[in-house]
């Protein structure tokens, strides 16, 4: 079992950063793939980033690659999502997902732990 808390959410402006956090509880963490998913209003919810156990692969969609940097610290059991040269295109309920392998892939079905999410607004 991993529960997962998101934190960072807030408003900033176009071309502003915003870092985004997600704490998981469970033993499990350090050995699981973790991911970032977005939802916006009216749309479905697509995948962001995914890193794997250690830290060594990461994986973006398209939209953000170059903007958006995955990272994590397996001894604090937290991931996190920098985001800088924000868009009002990125503006969601940004999410954080935990995989059942060492690392899972851009398939929400892939993830089985996710967060109640944080809104992230960007003002043009």
């Known amino acids: 079992q991993v529960q997962l808390v998101e934190s960072g959410g807030g408003l900033v402006q176009a071309g502003g950063s915003l870092r985004l956090s997600c704490a998981a509880s469970?033993?499990?963490?350090?050995?699981?793939?973790m991911a970032w998913f977005r939802q916006a209003p009216g749309k479905e919810r697509e995948f962001v980033a995914a890193?794997?156990?250690?830290?060594?692969?990461?994986h973006y969609a398209d939209s953000v690659k170059g903007r958006f940097t995955i990272s994590r610290d397996n001894a604090k059991n937290t991931v996190y999502l920098q985001m800088n040269s924000l868009k009002p295109e990125d503006t969601a309920v940004y999410y954080c997902a935990a995989g059942r392998f060492g690392y899972s892939g851009s398939s929400a079905n892939e993830y089985d732990y996710w967060g109640q999410g944080t809104q992230v607004t960007v003002s043009s």
């Open positions: 890193i794997s156990w250690g830290g060594g692969r990461t």
């Open positions: 469970g033993r499990t963490f350090s050995s699981i793939g």
